[in-house]
């Protein structure tokens, strides 16, 4: 069993930066780990993926050059680094951990970005 923690949300002007944390318990080096962020009345979108190895990453394009998903498996966490935030950033923010048809979800994080 995974359990999954996410913090480091909050209120911003657009235009600065948040750095997101996950912290998991339990064993999630074989893992796919993920940020998924869904805006109120949109649906859920997948906005950064990173591998059990941390070798390989996949960003949605409107983020793209403006966040970084890192993660440090000694630590068993996961980070989103979030920088030249938008008022269309502003959503829950959910650390997400994957493998085959297994996913664990946390209970999220609310980023509000004003403009």
């Known amino acids: 069993q995974v359990q999954l923690v996410e913090s480091g949300g909050g209120l911003v002007q657009a235009g600065g930066s948040l750095r997101l944390s996950c912290a998991a318990s339990g064993r999630t080096l074989d893992f796919r780990m993920a940020w998924f962020r869904q805006a109120p009345g949109k649906e859920r979108e997948l906005v950064a993926r990173?591998?059990?190895?941390?070798?390989?990453?996949y960003y949605r394009d409107s983020v793209k050059g403006r966040f970084t998903i890192s993660r440090d498996n000694a630590k068993n966490t996961v980070l989103l680094q979030m920088n030249s935030l938008k008022p269309e950033d502003t959503a829950v923010y959910f650390c997400?951990?994957?493998?085959?048809?297994?996913?664990?979800w946390g209970q999220g994080t609310q980023v509000t970005v004003s403009s």
């Open positions: 990173i591998t059990a190895s941390g070798d390989s990453t």
């Open positions: 997400v951990a994957q493998m085959g048809g297994i996913q664990y």
